[in-house]
């Protein structure tokens, strides 16, 4: 057979918010963006590029004839207009060259190594080398012990640890095995032990992968709901500001003409007036703040694939997450067997074994490994046993086993029980006990019936993963409800909810009803989180607004959410959320700050703009700046630099406390509305002062 050999795989490295390397590219491209089709994307910086054009085209007017006013003023203007458009830029070019930088380092994942295309879907069968790139959905390849996998897909046949750290991080080996909810493999990671028959789940082009870096690089082409909202207020804003603007110059020439006053308004006085007003400070950093939102998503290990996810995770109130795989460790395994009275252990663990032969599942695999451990309960010919198997589903929640007129059933304690009702038997009281003791200590108990007759019962052990219940601790002071929801009987869950400390949980849960309580709290208004793992979570996770899957999980699950959690972390919700409303809050502060900026140079400008014409505006002169003209350079000046002084905060966002929303608002409020009017005081006053001690203007 042909040597294929395993290329090293790459890991994703960390960035920091400014990395020096990407200073230099990031000017670069804020040059290339000076191009109307790039500027058009924001209409505010649109109005400020058109003004920048305006005003050099005043300055070569004044240069070769009559000029509007002095040329250097003219100039200084537009050099300071241009800049803003530049450092709008720059904020943009920054917030993608890290996202380029995290697509880049994904797409080194990308694999070029041969796969193991296998002719039939079976181990031990002869397979043909393929490139990746050849591969479509249905075909089976064999992956051994070193091998890259080709592309995601699910394993049909085998268990193996797979190092998944080129993904996640994380350098501790996961297992991979066909059945259940730990069955999807993603292309980029490498088996380390054994050997997997993996079904390929996707076309060339749309692996897991492939949507990462889709999605990084087009964080800023989709605006999201909020996004465009925004953006409609900043372009009415534009407008009225346009429209007073544009109406003052006749007003002037009218003043002068008319009415005998001073000398008219220049255009390019109005020019810096109309971007002094319009909010520049939002309207440059806007892209920069929802580029450097979906940065920070991956950043922290979650692969949003849509930007409207990462909005509402803002805003979410209730979270649903499904108990086993997601706040458990989910790897369920059998423990112990319990006989019902009148029955021996090795009569139980026999039935057991029976119904759990062909069981695919880690519970099924789980119950035959432990009766040959504990009975040497050997593994028999299924083929000889003339049976037909009946497979676990959500659904039904049993699984078994067909042989002729016998009929070997095991599942959740309350089907079990109406599946031998109906043969006109119960549950004897020792057996109810057997199966609520389990419970009660978390595990998930599993009846087994022979015919009509209880077997026994056994005991599936699960672990509450680590750390949750500070966690949901944290959630509850965010105001977020938490719900686990579970395929699982009542005290069981009980015990687990409690142990994992959630608010509420609902048990006996079939996929319809996960996806019902979803609508109900939606109806009620609410903004819902769904975190779950399995194929049983799909329906609800695609009904959630903001649905994250596990990256152990199922291709299901993941195929059904909008967001993958690479390192499998149930509490992975509350960076999500804070993420979101750090998102949300960046943005309105910004707004505020931009909004209010315009007080303090309404007071600069107005009276500098209009003196001339109208001496007696001098009164409205509260800033006592030095002239004018220095007055208005200030201005805009100011106006340019704070969008370079804000570019951290729009990148980093706004830092994000847990307390109540009115709280947050009240101390945004006073910090950036208070703040935005009274800085820009300070900072013309100054720019004024050094102006003027320069002899600059
Ligand atoms: N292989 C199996 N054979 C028979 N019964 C099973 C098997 N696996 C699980 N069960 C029973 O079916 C119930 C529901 O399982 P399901 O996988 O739908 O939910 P779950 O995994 O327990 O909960 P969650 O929704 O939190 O993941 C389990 O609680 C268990 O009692
Ligand atoms: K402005
Ligand atoms: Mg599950």
Request: contains cysteine.
């Amino acid at each position: 057979m042909p040597e294929i050999k395993a290329t090293p795989v790459v890991s994703r490295k960390s960035l920091t918010l400014f990395d020096t390397a990407m200073i230099g590219p990031a000017i670069v491209d804020a040059f290339k963006k000076l191009t109307p089709r790039a500027q058009w994307r924001s209409p505010v910086m649109f109005v400020v590029y058109v003004g920048s054009i305006i005003t050099t085209l005043l300055f070569i007017q004044s240069l070769i004839g009559q000029g509007e006013a002095n040329s250097g003023f003219i100039a200084a203007i537009s050099i300071w207009l241009w800049f803003t458009v530049l450092f709008a830029n720059f904020a943009e070019s920054l917030a993608e060259g890290r996202s380029k930088a995290q697509a880049a380092s994904l797409r080194a994942l990308k694999q070029t190594v041969l796969a193991k295309k296998l002719a039939t879907p079976k181990h031990g069968t002869t397979w043909l080398p393929a490139s990746p790139a050849d591969l479509r959905k249905g075909d089976t390849v064999l992956v051994e012990a070193g091998d890259v996998i080709p592309v995601d897909g699910e394993v049909i046949e085998g268990v193996a640890s797979v190092d998944e750290s080129a993904i996640t991080g994380e350098s501790a080996p996961v297992i991979r095995e066909s059945g259940g909810d730990f069955s999807s493999v993603t292309g980029g990671t490498r088996v380390l032990s054994d050997w997997l028959v993996v079904r390929i789940a996707v076309n060339p082009g749309e692996a897991f992968i492939d949507r990462m870096i889709a999605m990084v690089e087009g964080a800023k082409r989709q605006k999201t709901p909020n996004e465009i909202a925004l953006t409609i207020l900043l372009v009415a804003l534009t407008i009225i500001f346009l429209i007073v603007t544009v109406t003052l110059l006749p007003f002037s020439l009218y003043s002068v003409q008319v009415a005998g006053a001073g000398t008219p308004i220049t255009i390019t006085v109005l020019i810096a007036l109309l971007v002094c007003l319009i909010p520049t400070t939002i309207g440059g950093l806007l892209s920069a703040i929802g580029v450097a939102g979906m940065s920070r998503m991956m950043q922290a290990n979650v692969i949003a694939t849509s930007g409207r996810a990462v909005e509402a995770a803002g805003d979410v109130d209730v979270l649903l997450l499904d108990k086993t795989g997601t706040i458990t460790l989910g790897n369920r395994q059998a423990s112990e067997f319990y006989p019902a009275p009148g029955i021996t252990q090795i009569q139980l663990a026999d039935v057991a074994q029976l119904a759990s032969l062909a069981d695919e599942t880690p519970e099924g695999r789980s119950i035959v490994i432990l009766a040959k451990q504990q009975y040497n309960i050997r593994e028999r010919d299924i083929a000889a046993l003339n049976a037909h198997f009946v497979h676990f589903s959500a659904q039904t929640r049993m699984s078994g086993v067909d042989m002729g007129e016998r009929v070997i059933r095991k599942g959740a304690a309350d089907t079990v029980k109406k599946h031998i009702e109906l043969l006109g038997r119960s549950f004897l009281i020792e057996v109810s006990n057997t199966v609520d003791d389990i419970s009660r200590r978390g595990s998930t108990p599993l009846v087994v019936v022979d015919d009509g007759r209880v077997m026994g019962v056994v005991e599936l052990k699960d672990i509450v993963k680590g750390g949750i219940k500070e966690r949901f601790a944290e959630l509850r002071r965010m105001g977020i409800k938490t719900v686990m929801i579970t395929g699982d009987n009542k005290l069981t869950a009980a015990a687990i909810a409690a142990e994992a400390g959630v608010d509420d949980f609902l048990a006996e849960a079939t996929p319809e009803q996960k996806l019902k309580l979803i609508r109900e709290y939606q109806s009620q208004g609410r903004l819902v989180a769904m975190t779950g793992d399995g194929t049983n979570d799909a329906p609800a996770l695609a009904q959630a607004d903001v649905a994250v899957a596990m990256n152990s999980g199922t291709q299901a699950a993941k195929e059904a959410g909008n967001m993958v959690d690479l390192d499998s972390n149930p509490t992975k919700l509350l960076e999500i959320v804070e993420i979101g409303k750090q998102m949300l809050m960046t943005r309105g502060s910004l707004t505020t700050f931009s909004i209010a900026n315009d007080v303090a140079k309404y007071f600069a400008i107005i009276p500098a703009a209009f003196v001339t014409t109208y001496p007696q505006l001098k009164a409205l002169d509260i800033m006592q700046l030095s002239s004018p003209s220095s007055a208005i350079m200030s201005a805009v000046i100011f106006n340019a630099l704070i969008i370079v002084v804000l570019i951290p905060l729009a990148l980093k966002g706004v830092k994000y406390r847990a307390v109540g929303a009115a709280a947050l608002l009240r101390r945004n409020m006073l910090i950036y509305g208070l703040g935005g009017i009274l800085v820009p005081f300070v900072g013309i006053k100054l720019i004024d002062m050094i102006l003027t001690v320069f002899g600059l203007i």
